[in-house]
């Protein structure tokens, strides 16, 4: 079973939202830092958002600040990526990741465990 599971991608029309999951199968995820990244066709692997482990201390990509709302569910081993007002430029595959640490990273080297991904399309 692979350790994370994203879901909720699909296609929106620009201005709506979508909610993302991820459920981990590791109760040992809950006191780690976890994040969102996501990947534009032709593009490199970037930085959505992350939580810390065991707390509520987020950070964001300058991008999605006041947009994109990050959270934890650790009683169900969730983490969500709530997008809001999304744009034809947010289209990419978001990408659920797992650090080994409590404190918040941005760097994508610094996430051991991922997901699959789901597809995020915006129409404009």
């Known amino acids: 079973q692979a350790p994370l599971l994203e879901s909720g991608g699909g296609l929106v029309q620009a201005g709506g939202s979508l909610r993302l999951s991820c459920v981990h199968s590791?109760?040992?995820?809950?006191?780690?830092?976890m994040a969102w990244f996501r990947q534009a066709p032709g593009k490199e692997r970037d930085f959505v958002a992350a939580?810390?482990?065991?707390?509520?201390?987020?950070i964001y990509a300058d991008s999605v600040k006041g947009r994109f709302t990050i959270s934890r569910d650790d009683a169900n081993n969730t983490i969500y990526l709530q997008m809001n007002s999304l744009e034809p430029e947010h289209t990419a595959v978001y990408y659920c990741?797992?650090?080994?640490?409590?404190?918040?990273?941005?760097?994508?080297?610094?996430?051991?465990?991922w997901g699959q991904g789901t597809q995020v399309t915006v129409s404009s």
């Open positions: 939580i810390r482990g065991s707390g509520g201390s987020t």
């Open positions: 590791e109760t040992s995820f809950n006191s780690v830092a």
């Open positions: 990741a797992a650090r080994e640490y409590v404190g918040l990273a941005m760097k994508s080297r610094d996430y051991v465990f």
